[in-house]
T-cell receptor
Framework: ETGVTQSPTHLIKTRGQQVTLRCSSQ?????VSWYQQALGQGPQFIFQ???????GRGNFPPRFSGLQFPNYSSELNVNALELDDSALYLC??????????????FGPGTRLTVL | QQPVQSPQAVILREGEDAVINCSSS?????VHWYRQKHGEAPVFLMI?????EQKGHEKISASFNEKKQQSSLYLTASQLSYSGTYFC????????????FGTGTLLAVQP
């Protein structure tokens, strides 16, 4: 069983640029959630994708957008980068099957630095 | 509505026990517990649902008090590998997978 993978591992951008982060979900999982984790803080929910549609969004501006593909992999796009966007970006996959449990499994993250 | 964790930090000697608490001001559907080591991804430990269902690692135990909207994680006979930051993630209104994470508890286990 393949775990959650993310790419790239590290990224350095300058203010105003755009960035795309990628996530491959764990085998058998159909839901991907993205989180932003600033240094010393807990992860903050950005949005979730289920069946290729956005299924809930946290308190993040529209310049944070995403996609989910038919193979359930996902992208996070951030436009007009700001210094405060510097953080660890985590994706988590889970299997929404109508059951009780929906454990989320996290990828290793992408460390984004905005200069 | 971010859940509050206590204590913020705890230092233990190997073999000692610890309890980490997670409190919400809003009715919870579930609580998920994770451990994160420095520079690594959070690792799933346990999920607890209102109504008493739970699922997780055999060596981890936790409780969920629905009336108080609190969950506690019990770490017994701690090992060096238990060191890390522990986060609770809360779900509201159903199995939405949209977790709101707590403030974190830093646990350091010393030899």
């Amino acid at each position: 069983e393949t775990g959650v993978t993310q790419s790239p591992t590290h990224l350095i951008k300058t203010r105003g640029q755009q960035v795309t982060l990628r996530c491959s979900s764990q085998s058998g999982h159909n839901t991907v959630s993205w989180y932003q984790q600033a240094l010393g803080q807990g992860p903050q929910f950005i949005f979730q994708y289920y069946r290729e549609e956005e299924n809930g969004r946290g308190n993040f501006p529209p310049r944070f957008s995403g996609l989910q593909f038919p193979n359930y992999s996902s992208e996070l796009n951030v436009n007009a980068l700001e210094l405060d966007d510097s953080a660890l970006y985590l994706c988590a996959s889970s299997r929404r099957s109508g059951g009780l449990y929906n454990e989320q499994f996290f990828g290793p993250g992408t460390r984004l630095t905005v200069l | 509505q971010q859940p509050v964790q206590s204590p913020q930090a705890v230092i233990l000697r190997e073999g000692e026990d610890a309890v980490i608490n997670c409190s919400s001001s809003k009715a919870l559907y579930s609580v998920h517990w994770y451990r994160q080591k420095h520079g690594e991804a959070p690792v799933f430990l346990m999920i607890l649902l209102k109504g008493g269902e739970q699922k997780g690692h055999e060596k981890i135990s936790a409780s969920f008090n629905e009336k108080k909207q609190q969950s506690s994680l019990y770490l017994t006979a701690s090992q060096l590998s238990y060191s890390g930051t522990y986060f609770c993630g809360t779900e509201y209104g159903g199995a939405t997978n949209k977790l709101i994470f707590g403030t974190g508890t830093l646990l350091a286990v010393q030899p």
